[in-house]
């Protein structure tokens, strides 16, 4: 059975996007190597150092389904109607945006919560691991215990304000265990198993 | 001159402390894990009489006893010294200049480790470089962390990142209140329970 992962670029101040949504401040290091990293299904080709693109490389390569939330969903505008990285993506939401509600549709929503889009997630990833995106989404898995490993590509700059991605756990403890740490220019990648 | 550093353990969501903490609970509510690095090597290090034995790994080691030698003086918040009680008197560096409103009687005696400051964070630290010369002088406490980064004081940030989520309590990067402040990753040590980073902030 896969891995269910939880994949952020965050400040050292703990945000994933400024106040606004915007990620141009913490964005840098996807543009800032001499490695061409093509994006899986987009016509996007990041320049990432050697180091973030071998990790990149195999933790994109290893996913099989996404999970995520309605807001990640109006924010990125549908991903311009593509599914980010090819991969079938999941989308909690209460209300199903009609547009995208056809059968030939290229997004699963799920209205019942974030078991049920797990459990569907995996039935469509198979083998492969299943990445949980948006931040309210993701600390939803957290508080559940659902997710093995939390991976944050770590950026050089306090950002002030915006959104935090470790927000609502509710003084929830939960223990981690350092797997990997890649000092990469630009950034510093970390990875962390969720005890259980 | 030496530079103005910061050095504390953070929680990978950004708590130096958990809820509820103060000096009977001076991690807070669910902050133990923040110091197991501290307690989980096999080197010792011992900071000052008023502080405890540290069993930490050769590569925290080496990087604390680096701390150490540069060490000029420290600025602490209040709070973080009634919560240690005064260290006993012993500090873990010293001179200690420590930034409070009142300023307790007891501690105000010939030989006395600590320099009360009453006027402010940006005086404490005109203070402590004064008193550092050619070294470090060293912060340890978030809330005059947050009032010396937005004065634009500090030249270094040093976290030690802890495995752990503690979801709530003292948010290291609270209350900063400005724009993007940019930083350069001068140094990443991953050593047992803890990784090491430290930044430099670009002026």
Redesign the interface.
Known sequence: MGKVITEFTIS???FIA?PNDEVD?IFGWYSSGDTDFPVQSSPMVFKLSRASADLLRESWGALGAIVTGRRDFDVSEAWGGVPPLGVPIFIVTHNIPQEWAKKESPFTFVTDGIESALAQARASAGDKDIGISGTQITQQF?KAGLIDE?R?H?V??????GIR??DN??????????IL?V?APDV?H?R?HVKK | MGKVTFNMTMSLDGFVAGPNDNPENGLGDGGEGLFKWYFSGDTEVKLSEGTPVLKISKKSAKLLKEGIKGYGAGVWGRKTFDIAHAWGGNPPGSPAFIVTHHVPQEWVKEGSPFIFVTDGVESAIRQAKQAAGEKDVVICTASILQQALKAGLVDEINVDVAPILIGGGVSLFDHLGTGPIELECTRVVEAPNVTHLCYRIIK
């Not at chain 1, 050089?156 to 304000?161: D, F, N, Q, R, S």
């Not at chain 1, 756990?169 to 350092?178: G, H, P, S, T, V």
């Open positions: 050292l101040d703990g400024g401040r957290l939390i944050l770590l050089p700059v306090l950002l002030g304000a991605l470790f756990l509710q003084d929830e403890n939960i223990a981690l265990e350092k740490v000092d510093t970390l962390y």
